[in-house]
């Protein structure tokens, strides 16, 4: 059984905007040179946010995506521990503290998830990814929401994206821990697509219709966050 570490990053005041991927690219280095992180991560991507949506080469509007935040990192492990950190020495801890103050707006802890996933389609990591972070209706329980996320909404959206266009995987994700005080989400869908086109053709047409309905069942539209990146770093680099 494999883990995922998914978290939704916020660059510090003293970052430019033009920065971020370049600062961002010098934590993961950075992080890199500690073994028990080498050592466990399988694979790796830091995806930054796509500030100028286009299609076709024509610029297109889709206020709906998050400027709050800026990019979504997304690594593999075959175990929590390989991921969570939990065999850093209080120094080595310390020393990624201050290296995540220089970079981020918050120590990582505060808005990192471990998550295990249900696979609605299998492949690649393509070359741009649509995130969307979903809180569960006021009154659901964090079970009943497991439950529909990762039964009857997977049925419905492997029917759905099965013959979507530009779709290179589709995954389901579930959070170990927790909801984050801060970031109270409970599942995190990930689509992987070739190119921006797909992803935005994907996200303003028809064909996802019915994943968003079913979606709207039993979600809070106003407490979800949606982010249209690209990878900036990857490990490994093929």
């Given at each position: 059984?494999?883990?995922?570490?998914?978290?939704?990053a916020?660059?510090?005041?003293?970052?430019?905007?033009?920065?971020?991927?370049?600062?961002?690219?010098?934590?993961?280095?950075?992080?890199?040179?500690?073994?028990?992180?080498?050592?466990?991560?399988?694979?790796?991507?830091?995806?930054?946010r796509i500030?100028?949506p286009?299609?076709?080469?024509?610029?297109?509007?889709?206020?709906?995506?998050?400027?709050?935040?800026?990019?979504?990192?997304?690594?593999?492990?075959p175990?929590?521990?390989g991921?969570?950190?939990?065999?850093?020495?209080?120094?080595?801890?310390?020393?990624?503290?201050?290296?995540?103050?220089?970079?981020?707006?918050?120590?990582?802890?505060?808005?990192t998830?471990?998550?295990?996933?249900?696979?609605?389609?299998d492949?690649?990591?393509?070359?741009?990814?649509?995130?969307?972070?979903?809180?569960?209706?006021?009154?659901?329980?964090?079970?009943a929401?497991?439950?529909?996320?990762?039964?009857?909404?997977?049925?419905?959206?492997?029917?759905?994206v099965?013959?979507?266009?530009?779709?290179?995987?589709?995954?389901?994700?579930?959070?170990?821990?927790?909801?984050?005080?801060?970031?109270?989400?409970?599942?995190?869908?990930?689509?992987?697509?070739?190119?921006?086109?797909?992803?935005?053709?994907?996200?303003?047409?028809?064909e996802?219709?019915?994943?968003?309905e079913?979606l709207?069942?039993f979600?809070?539209?106003?407490?979800g966050?949606?982010?249209?990146t690209?990878?900036?770093?990857?490990?490994?680099?093929?």
């Amino acid at each position: 059984m494999s883990y995922k570490l998914i978290y939704l990053a916020r660059r510090a005041k003293t970052v430019a905007r033009e920065d971020w991927p370049k600062t961002w690219r010098s934590h993961a280095i950075f992080a890199s040179k500690f073994p028990v992180l080498e050592a466990e991560i399988r694979w790796l991507r830091y995806c930054n946010r796509i500030d100028e949506p286009a299609l076709d080469g024509t610029p297109v509007d889709l206020p709906f995506l998050s400027t709050e935040h800026d990019g979504v990192a997304i690594a593999g492990s075959p175990t929590l521990e390989g991921i969570s950190g939990a065999g850093f020495t209080p120094e080595d801890r310390e020393l990624i503290d201050e290296d995540e103050r220089r970079v981020f707006d918050m120590l990582t802890p505060n808005f990192t998830f471990f998550t295990q996933e249900t696979v609605v389609k299998d492949g690649k990591l393509g070359e741009v990814a649509v995130f969307s972070f979903l809180a569960r209706k006021p009154g659901m329980s964090r079970e009943a929401f497991d439950e529909r996320y990762h039964g009857a909404h997977a049925g419905v959206a492997r029917n759905t994206v099965a013959s979507l266009a530009g779709l290179t995987r589709y995954a389901l994700n579930r959070p170990v821990q927790e909801p984050l005080p801060l970031f109270p989400f409970d599942g995190i869908t990930e689509g992987w697509y070739d190119t921006q086109d797909d992803a935005i053709r994907a996200l303003t047409g028809k064909e996802l219709e019915p994943v968003r309905e079913d979606l709207a069942e039993f979600c809070d539209p106003g407490a979800g966050v949606v982010m249209l990146t690209s990878p900036c770093h990857r490990w490994p680099k093929d």
